[in-house]
């Protein structure tokens, strides 16, 4: 069945990096934008980036500018999400999510990773 | 960028009875809108997209309409299994915004 399977939880230091993964099953990887979503504890879901996995050209929110990449790797059908320089803020659940229509940036989030929790503390 | 105002912030419900959600936005676009469901200890899952389509296996009870920055989530008759908190999104442009949550709990 089609699914994104996330790398596991991640406790790091103020200042340190985390790279997440987001492995795809299922479905043609190249085919569907994967995004990003965060949800800091007990708060809302907050957009964070997208990644187009054929051609690699991501896109994201102004406020993770140049302290968060997306990348990706076709020949595992995996995307990554990698966050430089982190700060207690940043203690949250990321997970990675499926667009529903195939060759587009914006639809609708149909199928979510099962989310990797971030914990950021000295 | 869009703006997306939800309302109520909670909303308490009996078993049964029906319930109305609203989500504004701060500028006009058309249909381009998702909502989410969310239980505690899980992901998001799709509900409604382009404003008022049911996704695959959502229940007939869950219904979207849109009336020009205004979308609305009802459910007729709220199951145990309904309570829980409800997010709009939009995708008309970037970057992609979600509202902040209405939570419907058991009254």
């Known amino acids: 069945q089609v699914q994104l399977v996330q790398s596991g939880a991640e406790l790091k230091k103020p200042g340190a990096s985390v790279k997440v993964s987001c492995k795809a099953s299922g479905y043609t990887f190249s085919d569907y934008y994967v995004h990003w979503v965060r949800q800091a504890p007990g708060q809302g879901l907050e957009w964070m980036g997208c990644?187009?996995?054929?051609?690699?050209?991501?896109k994201n929110a102004q406020k993770f500018q140049g302290r968060v990449t997306w990348t990706r790797d076709t020949t595992t059908s995996t995307a990554y999400m990698e966050v430089n320089r982190l700060r207690s803020d940043d203690t949250a659940i990321y997970y990675c999510a499926r667009l529903m229509v195939p060759g587009v940036m914006g639809a609708a989030f149909d199928i979510w990773g099962q989310g990797t929790l971030v914990t950021v503390s000295s | 960028e869009i703006v997306m105002t939800q309302s109520p912030a909670t909303l308490s419900v009996s078993p049964g009875e029906g319930a109305t959600l609203s989500c504004r936005a701060s500028q006009f676009f058309t249909s381009n809108l998702a909502w989410y469901q969310q239980k505690p200890g899980q992901t998001p899952r799709l509900l409604i997209y382009l404003a008022s389509i049911r996704a695959p296996g959502i229940p007939a009870r869950f219904s979207g309409s849109a009336s020009g920055t205004e979308f609305t989530l009802t459910i007729s008759s709220l199951q145990s299994e309904d309570f829980a908190v409800y997010y709009c999104?939009?995708?008309?442009?970037?970057?992609?915004?979600f509202g902040q949550g209405t939570k419907v709990e058991i009254k």
């Open positions: 999104q939009q995708y008309y442009d970037w970057p992609w915004t």
């Open positions: 990644i187009n996995p054929s051609s690699g050209v991501s």
